[in-house]
């Protein structure tokens, strides 16, 4: 079975620019959860979708949004980026309802300038 | 705001030596996970616990729950190379999917 894709693997943007990251879960799994992780903050919960709601939000300001469609494949969005933004964004699905273990994908790497 | 401490935060050990990372929540868990990430990895699920005082071993590997569900531990008995990288722990809150992190412990590995 293949594991989670995400798409892009690495992005740089401009402050103030936005980006549009993509995750593709493990076939069957629809449960869907974003987080970013840096050096200084550790790995921090974003949010999480089921069937296409969000059934949980972590403590990001609203610029951190994100979606999930019918087919459990989930985006997120950042918009006006700044430079705190800069992390690795990991997009992990769970075969669950109830967010037992997660899988990873390999993340998106974005550099903000 | 709920929180996970993991300490410590780095261990260099000879290989052949053991090792502990330990996991403490300010409020009680629904269930404890645990995840390694090896350098410029993502992160990889070990187990998960879920029952007051429950132990679980996987090979070198013993994980504990304690009996408050608010403590967690990870053993690894005569460490090996293959064992470097980040240990998380992860803990989960009632029916959500929702993990809070820890801080994570590195493992260095001496031959």
């Known amino acids: 079975k293949a594991g989670v894709t995400q798409t892009p693997r690495y992005l740089i943007k401009t402050r103030g620019q936005q980006v549009t990251l993509s995750c593709s879960p493990i076939?069957?799994?629809?449960?869907v959860s974003w987080y970013q992780q840096t050096p200084g903050q550790g790995l921090q919960f974003l949010f999480e979708?089921?069937?296409?709601?969000?059934?949980n939000k972590g403590n990001f300001p609203g610029r951190f949004s994100g979606r999930q469609f019918s087919n459990s494949r989930s985006e997120m969005n950042v918009s006006t980026l700044e430079l705190g933004d800069s992390a690795l964004y990991l997009c992990?699905?769970?075969?669950?309802?109830?967010?037992?273990?997660?899988?990873f994908g390999p993340g998106t790497r974005l550099t903000v300038t | 705001g709920q929180q996970v401490m993991q300490i410590p935060q780095y261990q260099h050990v000879q290989e052949g030596e053991d090792f502990t990372t330990y996991c403490n929540s300010s409020?009680?868990?629904?269930?404890i996970q645990w995840y390694k990430q090896r350098p410029g990895g993502h992160p990889v699920f070990l187990i998960q616990?879920?029952?007051?005082?429950e132990v679980k071993k996987q090979k070198r590997l013993t994980f504990q729950f304690g009996e408050a569900k608010k403590n967690s531990s990870l053993h690894i008995t005569a460490t090996q190379t293959t064992d470097v990288g980040t240990y998380f722990c992860?803990?989960?809150?009632?029916?959500?999917?929702?993990?809070?992190f820890g801080q994570g412990t590195t493992l260095q590995v001496k031959p």
């Open positions: 979708y089921f069937s296409e709601t969000q059934r």
């Open positions: 616990l879920v029952k007051s005082g």
């Open positions: 409020t009680t868990l629904s269930n």
């Open positions: 992990a699905s769970s075969p669950r309802d109830r967010g037992y273990e997660q899988y």
């Open positions: 076939s069957g799994h629809r449960s």
């Open positions: 992860a803990g989960g809150t009632g029916n959500t999917g929702k993990l809070i």
